[in-house]
Structure formats: structure tokens, C-alpha cells
């Protein structure tokens, strides 16, 4: 990023740090009961920040959508929007907007999680037509899922497509992924059995084998990062997610599987990779 940018998105952050500062109002020597209650919940209010990567110019009009509720709602011209429609608790966000990678990432609403959040959207590269192809069926598809279906035929992992997606639409994640060879549910989340019929594989901390999960490409959950961590977080809660958030699917079991994009450091537990769905 060139300093200008870069010095432009410092300012934003400097910005929204600002914005999420409540103001401190005159002293009152009794304050009202309907000021006290409007104080304990100004956490509700957190701040999120949506940047353009390469130039730091804030993204307006920016989804920001809680995959758990569905609940959705946009970024204003200085690229915030406030936090407040999300649950108190951990959720899952999926950021999107026109000409850009959607981004996922965990949010955490509570009392001591108030400081404002800044993320980077990535341009999405223009795919410009081809005068000759040689795979004409996969041209109307998204550079992703044109990906997708290329390692499918490859052969290697487990797959579900958009159209199988879209038939079970309605249909919990969990209830979809189950089906998979490889992964059973563990209390909403994923576990890879390495292909065993005994259940899922045990690690020597005596913890479950949780598969380490992708969303647009981004890692969302790795079971060997949170176990270095002091406040480790859940894995993703399928059973609160719905098929029809979703255009593509596909799970490997173990790193001798994984596509050249993925690393087998830390995922010997297999890796589950999710699509959104474009709307």
C-alpha cells in the first residue's frame, strides 16, 4: 500500500476510534434511571470500520450480515455501521459488496469486547471473456466456483454443489454436512473421523478433532490455534446456519487431499471449506 493510502486509512481508523468514544456529558449530580440504562448499554454500540485494501478509502453501502439470524446492515459513507443489531454474544459476520471479496470473520458483543473493529475489503479481480475456452459449461459460473468444480472433477475430497445445496435449502448445516464422508456433528460442529467408523479422532490433549474451517477463503476456526490461545472460541455452530446461506461445499480429510491453497500445518484434523452464496 503506497503511504498516501496508508495514511488515509490511519485517519479512518483514527476516525472510528473516535466515533466509538461516547461523549461524557456534564456532571449531574442525579443522574436519571433512563441515562443509567442508556449507559449500561453503549457496548451494543460497537463500532465496525470497511476499507478498501488497496486504497483505504472507506466502502459504502457495505452488507454486513449476521450469518446466524440473518439479520443485515450497511456500511454508511465513512464506511462504519454500528453493531448494535447483533446479539449480545459471539456471531458469525459475512461482509459483502459489489466488486469485492466477501470477507467472514467472528464477532463478539459483550461488555468487554467494545473496542471498534476496522477490515479490509480486497478488489475482486474482473474476469474479462475469453475468445476461445475449452471448458464453455463452467463459464457463467464466479472465478470461485469455477475453482470449485475443477477440483470436484479432480476428484480429491468430498463435494456438495450449489444445486444439491439449494435442494436441502431450509435445511440446517449441520444436518447437510453430516452426510459427508469423513465428518460427523459434534454438538453443531464438525469433526473429521479421517475416515474411520470409530467416531471422531482424538488428539493427545484429549480434546476432539475439530476440522479446521474456510469461509470465501478465509480461516475462520483452527482447533491447534485455539488451543495456544487463553480464551480459546467454540468452532462455527452449524445447527444455526441454513443451507441456503451457502453455494458450495467441499471437505478434504487429511493433507495428502489438500488443494496447493491450503497448508497442511496444523490441519491434520482435515479442512472444510464453505461458499457463500451470491444474492
Known amino acids: 500500500m503506497t503511504p498516501a493510502p496508508r495514511m488515509r486509512l490511519v485517519l479512518c481508523a ?16 442525579a443522574p436519571s434511571a433512563a441515562r443509567a440504562t442508556t449507559d ?4 451494543r454500540h460497537r463500532l465496525l470500520g470497511v476499507f478498501d485494501e488497496r486504497t483505504g478509502d472507506p466502502l459504502k453501502g457495505a452488507e454486513v450480515r449476521d450469518m446466524y439470524s440473518g439479520t443485515v ?20 459476520v459475512v461482509i459483502r459488496k459489489l466488486g469485492y471479496l466477501p470477507r467472514s470473520v467472528f464477532v463478539t458483543i459483550s461488555r468487554t469486547d467494545t473496542a471498534a473493529l476496522t ?16 471448458d464453455s459449461a463452467d ?8 475453482e470449485f468444480e475443477r477440483r470436484r472433477r479432480a476428484g480429491q475430497g468430498r463435494f456438495i454443489s450449489e444445486a444439491q445445496l ?4 431450509g435445511q ?9 464422508p469423513g465428518l460427523s456433528v459434534h454438538s453443531g460442529s464438525v469433526v473429521g473421523t479421517r475416515g474411520t467408523s470409530a467416531g471422531p479422532v482424538i488428539m493427545s490433549a484429549g480434546t476432539a478433532c475439530y ?7 478465509a480461516m475462520i476456526y483452527q482447533a491447534a490455534f485455539q488451543l495456544q490461545t487463553r480464551a480459546p472460541q467454540p468452532p462455527p455452530d452449524f445447527s444455526r446456519l441454513s443451507a441456503d446461506l451457502y453455494s458450495a461445499v467441499e471437505f478434504y480429510a487429511s493433507p495428502a487431499e489438500y488443494p496447493p491453497s491450503i497448508s497442511p500445518t496444523n490441519n491434520n484434523c482435515g479442512v472444510l471449506m464453505l461458499w457463500t452464496r451470491v444474492r
Open 14 to 29: 483514527v476516525a472510528i476510534a473516535t466515533i466509538a468514544t461516547p461523549l461524557r456529558a456534564p456532571s449531574q449530580s
Open 40 to 43: 449500561s448499554l453503549a457496548y
Open 73 to 92: 446492515a450497511l456500511t454508511t459513507a465513512t464506511g462504519t455501521v454500528s453493531l448494535a443489531f447483533l446479539p449480545a454474544g459471539r456471531t458469525l
Open 119 to 134: 477490515l479490509l475489503l480486497a478488489p475482486q479481480p474482473v474476469t474479462l471473456p475469453t475468445v476461445t475456452t475449452t
Open 139 to 146: 463459464s457463467h459460473l464466479p472465478p470461485v466456483l469455477r
Open 166 to 169: 439449494r435442494a436441502r435449502d
Open 172 to 180: 440446517q448445516m449441520s444436518t447437510v454436512l453430516a452426510a459427508l
Open 211 to 217: 476440522a479446521t474451517v474456510y469461509q470465501d477463503g
